[in-house]
């Protein structure tokens, strides 16, 4: 059996940790006299946007609370996203913490002036549990979650699911201040504004680099496939994905990510949480490995949310693309910051960039009118 590849991982920040950790200490010391901190890691799995540190903060009575600091991204190093709104976050876990019953980790504290930090950002408490990983990605085996028995995975998707249907019983006014701005006037529907979003961050990413004909060509397809009843809007986590999740065993403690928040119809958050575990099932089969392909699927993932919340998935080929599609953006940023690292050569064809061309061709091709991908029902991506 083939060994899972080892592609190197794009560099995350510029930042220099013992300059990080002398301004962690002055700033903890500033609104917690007498508190020290210590142990700083930046996790090898850190992500490529808002960055993920962790220390130990040391309370003047003597007690020790494990935390974590998310700052805005650095923006030395190619950021991913072309802004980081701390605050936004900061709130978006505080409203879900209020109105729900959905597990959040506690904030500590939250810094809006970058200079304290270097950055701006905030602390939150650090949970105990464990994560599906990203590197490699848990369909690659080695895992928790590959290695689980089948009852174990089933409980972990309904558990995801109740998470999505909590987060979703928040309702859009409630959320108004994650809402995209609307750029061509307040009028436009809350999925017309986030897809106008998308648009001009792909515009962002492409400046002064090769435009992707993939990604123009399924923003011509979504327009093809655009609902004719949008459905309510709600809180929409953005980032829904089961390696965004803390499981103690196989229920969840706590929800992170929410740089991507936003609001609009329930499927944008099931369609990101189908579509992500595609993405990592398709390059574990690319690699000549099983993976997992009964996990998370999504006719059954659909029906379940529908028994959960009463509402019938609608329109999923439309948010399949759409998942894909905003992917595709992000990943060809990465690849764009690979370039500027001298980590990766410039190919010909910008689209090689994107790590799942294969599976968002085959989704633009299925949205043709008329055609369809075989076998599908109108769910699978």
């Given amino acids: 059996m083939p060994a899972a590849p080892q592609a190197p991982r794009p560099r995350t920040t510029t930042r220099d940790p013992a300059e990080l950790q002398r301004r962690l200490a002055a700033w903890v ?8 901190v210590g142990g700083l890691t930046v996790p090898p799995s850190n992500g490529m946007s808002s ?19 998310r700052l805005a991204a650095d923006t030395n190093a190619y950021a991913v996203f072309p802004r980081y709104d701390m605050e936004r976050q900061y709130r978006a876990i505080r409203l879900v913490a209020e109105r729900t019953k959905v597990p959040v980790p506690r904030l500590l504290r939250l810094e809006t002036d970058p200079a304290p930090l270097g950055a701006t950002g905030f602390v ?21 979650l590959f290695d689980a028995a089948p009852a174990e995975r089933a409980h972990l998707e309904q558990a995801t699911l109740e998470v999505l249907a909590g987060l979703h019983a928040v309702p859009a ?22 897809v106008d979003e998308q648009r001009e961050y792909y515009a962002w990413v492409v400046e002064g680099r090769p435009r992707s004909p993939l990604i123009e060509r399924a923003f011509a397809r979504l327009e093809q496939l655009w609902p004719q009843d949008e459905g309510p809007t709600v809180l929409s986590w953005g980032d829904a994905r089961v390696g965004n999740i803390v499981y103690q065993g196989f229920d969840p403690v706590g929800v992170l990510d929410w740089e991507m928040a ?8 099931l369609a990101w949480l189908i579509f992500l575990h595609r993405f990592f099932q398709d390059l574990t089969e690319g690699s000549g490995l099983p993976g997992m392909p009964d996990f998370l699927e999504p006719d059954r993932i659909c029906a379940r949310y529908a028994e959960l919340t009463g509402h019938t998935p609608r329109d999923m080929e439309f948010h399949l693309l759409y998942a894909a599609l905003r ?5 060809l940023r990465i690849g764009y910051r690979q370039l500027h690292f001298g980590e990766a050569e410039a ?16 989704l633009v091709e299925a949205a043709q009118p008329g055609r369809r991908e075989p076998g599908s029902d109108g769910h699978r991506p």
């Fill in 51 to 69: 960055e993920t540190v962790l220390f130990d903060l040391r309370r003047p009575d003597g007690t020790v609370q494990p935390c974590v600091l």
């Fill in 173 to 194: 006014e409630d959320a108004a201040f994650l809402a995209p701005v609307a750029a061509h006037g307040s009028f436009r529907s809350p999925l017309r504004r986030h």
């Fill in 124 to 144: 939150m408490e650090r949970l105990e549990g464990r994560v599906p990983p990203d590197v490699m990605p848990y369909t690659y085996g080695g895992n928790w």
């Fill in 347 to 362: 190919p010909a064809d910008p689209d090689r960039l994107i790590m799942h061309r294969a599976r968002l061709e085959q």
């Fill in 262 to 269: 936003s609001v609009g119809p329930r499927e944008l958050d």
């Fill in 29 to 36: 010391a500033g609104w917690l006299p007498g508190a020290t």
């Fill in 327 to 331: 992917h595709a953006v992000v990943m």
